[in-house]
């Protein structure tokens, strides 16, 4: 085992060497239809705010990286940084994650340009952000709401998976879920083990396969999502308060014990692996075959725009 460990390790610190070295299939490059794609690195450090109310020791976390809250290692990192701010401050008890986007998208998970043509030097970092934002998110200490207003698809369904409880709006436009086989990718083992955990072992089998995305209807009934809010109903963000107060009536011990009775395991099963999923995944984006269904989504996705 702990040569397998220190075997992975050595490789993973090779990708990061390999930074200065082109991506080996340029005849994947189809940027003249992917100009839309072309940002790396954010150069942004407001990408989220925080805003923690100690008088009701509710904080809430808004997402906000224009236009799609999708997710680059630099927003996930900035969202890890927000839920150990709200950590810190031992008055609050209560997180809710939301999108301040006008456009009311969630998240658009993962930022595809991380993904395809990547720099090879920041992906094993990217994925490092995202195994840490999940290990952050799913195993807080706070009681975590998340308000869907918008579509969550993929890393943004992950965000809402690792919240205690989640509140969508019920518009049939905005859709959920794991959609990673309609890219060509799967999802790793341990977001597909919460998908399993939250809507069943059969439901999560035919999902993961034809990389479905529910409406808001449908992830209510395969329990998805707890809630829906009509239009008419109070605020999402109303209904996402009451919510926040009510985990806030349990002693927040007994609540904390009772949420590592159901995830600590995966929690620590990660915390066990992550050079060799980090490995994994590097290994497994940069095959052509990925890279080339991740070029013809991402121009499906610019057309559909036109
Ligand atoms: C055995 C196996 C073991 C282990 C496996 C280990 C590892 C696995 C390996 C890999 C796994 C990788 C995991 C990936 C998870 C992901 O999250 S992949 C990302 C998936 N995301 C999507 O498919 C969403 C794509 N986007 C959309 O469907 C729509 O944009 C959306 C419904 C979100 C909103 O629609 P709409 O309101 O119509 O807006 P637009 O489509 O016009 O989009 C607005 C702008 O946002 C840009 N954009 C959208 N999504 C992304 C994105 N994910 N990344 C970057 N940019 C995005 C879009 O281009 C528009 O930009 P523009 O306005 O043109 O500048």
Same mark, same amino acid.
């Given at each position: 085992?702990?040569?397998?460990?220190?075997?992975?390790?050595?490789?993973?610190?090779?990708?990061?060497?390999?930074?200065?070295?082109?991506?080996?299939?340029?005849?994947?490059?189809?940027?003249?239809?992917?100009?839309?794609?072309?940002?790396?690195?954010?150069?942004?450090?407001?990408?989220?705010?925080?805003?923690?109310?100690?008088?009701?020791?509710?904080?809430?976390?808004?997402?906000?990286?224009?236009?799609?809250?999708?997710?680059?290692?630099?927003?996930?990192?900035?969202?890890?940084?927000?839920?150990?701010?709200?950590?810190?401050?031992?008055?609050?008890?209560?997180?809710?994650?939301?999108?301040?986007?006008?456009?009311?998208?969630?998240?658009?998970?993962?930022?595809?340009?991380?993904?395809?043509?990547?720099?090879?030097?920041?992906?094993?970092?990217?994925?490092?952000?995202?195994? #840490?934002? +999940?290990? @952050?998110?799913? $195993?807080? %200490?706070?009681?975590?709401? *998340?308000?869907?207003? !918008?579509?969550?698809?993929?890393?943004?369904?992950?965000?809402?998976?690792?919240?205690?409880?989640?509140?969508?709006?019920?518009?049939?436009?905005?859709?959920?879920?794991?959609?990673?086989?309609?890219?060509?990718?799967?999802?790793?083992?341990?977001?597909? #083990?919460? +998908?399993? @955990?939250?809507? $069943?072992? %059969?439901?999560?089998?035919? *999902?993961?396969?034809? !990389?479905?995305?529910?409406?808001?209807?449908?992830?209510?009934?395969?329990?998805?999502?707890?809630?829906?809010?009509?239009?008419?109903?109070?605020?999402?963000?109303?209904?996402?308060?009451?919510?926040?107060?009510?985990?806030?009536?349990?002693?927040?011990?007994?609540?904390?014990?009772?949420?590592?009775?159901? %995830?600590?395991?995966?929690? *620590?099963?990660?915390? !066990?692996?992550?050079?060799?999923?980090?490995?994994?995944?590097?290994?497994?984006?940069?095959?052509?075959?990925?890279?080339?269904?991740?070029?013809?989504?991402?121009?499906?996705?610019?057309?559909?725009?036109?």
């Amino acid at each position: 085992m702990s040569v397998h460990v220190s075997q992975s390790a050595h490789k993973i610190q090779l990708w990061r060497r390999l930074g200065s070295v082109q991506y080996r299939d340029s005849s994947l490059l189809q940027r003249q239809h992917l100009s839309s794609f072309s940002s790396k690195a954010d150069r942004n450090d407001d990408l989220v705010t925080l805003e923690a109310s100690p008088d009701t020791g509710v904080a809430t976390l808004r997402m906000h990286r224009s236009p799609a809250n999708s997710l680059s290692m630099e927003m996930m990192q900035s969202i890890s940084g927000a839920i150990r701010k709200a950590e810190s401050d031992r008055k609050i008890q209560s997180l809710i994650l939301t999108s301040s986007l006008p456009s009311g998208i969630f998240s658009a998970g993962l930022e595809l340009t991380e993904l395809y043509q990547p720099d090879l030097a920041r992906l094993p970092k990217f994925w490092e952000s995202f195994q #840490q934002l +999940y290990l @952050d998110l799913y $195993g807080s %200490r706070l009681s975590t709401i *998340a308000s869907i207003g !918008g579509p969550a698809p993929a890393a943004g369904c992950m965000l809402s998976l690792s919240c205690d409880y989640r509140i969508m709006t019920d518009n049939p436009k905005c859709t959920i879920g794991l959609n990673e086989s309609q890219l060509g990718i799967v999802a790793p083992p341990w977001l597909a #083990q919460q +998908y399993i @955990d939250v809507i $069943g072992n %059969r439901n999560a089998e035919l *999902a993961l396969l034809l !990389g479905t995305l529910f409406t808001p209807q449908q992830a209510l009934t395969v329990g998805l999502v707890d809630e829906l809010v009509c239009s008419g109903d109070s605020s999402i963000d109303e209904m996402a308060q009451r919510k926040a107060a009510e985990f806030i009536r349990i002693p927040p011990k007994a609540r904390v014990a009772a949420k590592e009775l159901t %995830r600590g395991t995966q929690i *620590a099963k990660l915390s !066990g692996n992550r050079e060799e999923d980090t490995e994994f995944f590097c290994s497994f984006v940069t095959t052509d075959t990925v890279q080339k269904t991740l070029g013809s989504y991402l121009e499906m996705l610019a057309k559909r725009k036109k």
